[in-house]
């Protein structure tokens, strides 16, 4: 989400042309979407040199920046998630991880903007929609408010930015409490955000207000923070943790053991 790369591509990112909206309805203005590639890795911004993801060429189901893995940490207390949820859909890396990964669960992706979901699936590899994988073209507020989705997911993944990349942006705790609600009773939602923004802490609280606990990953190098945060507390040990990070990297080489060493060392 932090590195810098110059652009290369554009592709506009306005919906097509219909009939024209009644009176008082303003249509979302977005961004256009646009790409780079460096040394066989592709690069989503949003007209800007934000990064808002990225995917190996030759691995494309791969989570190639750290902070995605990262978003992958709730492995440590879920092993079998049957609903998957992330909201903001950026180049579909954590949706095309999990669909890969559980192919029991349901993944469904919420992304406003049309024309990443046509970036993704036109760039990213993005599978089509199907019995398990379902992406919507939605507002992520309308979808955590939405009472037919309380209590369904496993896992919620939210990772919200907009072009300019100044923080999340729905940040509030009445968003994060209906987070909560979507959950199940042993359900964990990751959250990808600034450590070094004034963001940071407005969001932490907020969370904390709604989870009945968080924890924090260390900082990656790119600045991002992975918050983990639990509808129910759950004791940290660290010997079972460990054991479960060491089968996880046996399932997915995803880096685990770094996980449980930045929760266990707080």
């Keep these: 989400m932090l590195i810098k790369r110059k652009s290369i591509e554009k592709v506009e990112s306005s919906r097509p042309a219909s009939a024209p909206a009644p009176a008082?309805?303003?249509?979302?203005?977005?961004a256009p979407v646009t790409l780079s590639e460096l040394d066989g890795v592709r690069y989503l911004h949003f007209g800007t040199e934000w990064v808002q993801g990225a995917m190996r060429i030759r691995k494309p189901n791969w989570p190639e920046l750290e902070y995605a893995q990262q978003m992958m940490a709730w492995m440590l207390w879920l092993e079998q998630p049957q609903r998957i949820a992330q909201l903001g859909l950026g180049t579909a890396t954590l949706t095309k991880f999990c669909y890969s990964t559980f192919p029991q669960a349901q993944?469904?992706?919420?992304?406003?903007?049309?024309?990443?979901?046509?970036?993704?699936?036109?760039?990213?590899?993005?599978?089509?929609n199907d019995q398990r994988l379902q992406v919507l073209e939605q507002d992520a507020l309308d979808f955590v408010n939405d009472k037919a989705n309380f209590n369904t997911l496993d896992?919620?993944?939210?990772?919200?930015y907009d072009a300019t990349a100044r923080g999340p942006v729905l940040d509030t705790p009445e968003f994060y409490t209906s987070c909560?609600?979507?959950?199940?009773?042993?359900?964990?939602?990751?959250?990808?955000?600034?450590g070094d923004h004034p963001s940071y802490a407005r969001n932490i609280k907020a969370i904390k207000f709604a989870f009945a606990q968080v924890i924090c990953l260390p900082q990656v190098h790119d600045g991002n923070v992975?918050?983990?945060?639990?509808?129910?507390?759950?004791?940290i040990d660290a010997a079972a943790l460990a054991a479960r990070a060491a089968q996880i990297v046996a399932d997915t080489k995803?880096?685990?053991?770094?996980?449980v060493k930045g929760i266990t060392a707080k």
């Design 254 to 259: 995803l880096p685990a053991k770094s996980w």
């Design 155 to 160: 896992v919620l993944q939210v990772d919200l």
């Design 107 to 128: 993944v469904t992706a919420v992304e406003l903007n049309p024309s990443v979901i046509t970036i993704c699936e036109s760039m990213f590899k993005l599978p089509p």
């Design 180 to 194: 909560n609600a979507c959950l199940s009773d042993d359900g964990v939602m990751t959250v990808n955000l600034f």
């Design 226 to 235: 992975v918050a983990i945060a639990f509808k129910r507390a759950r004791d």
């Design 24 to 30: 008082k309805v303003r249509k979302p203005k977005y």
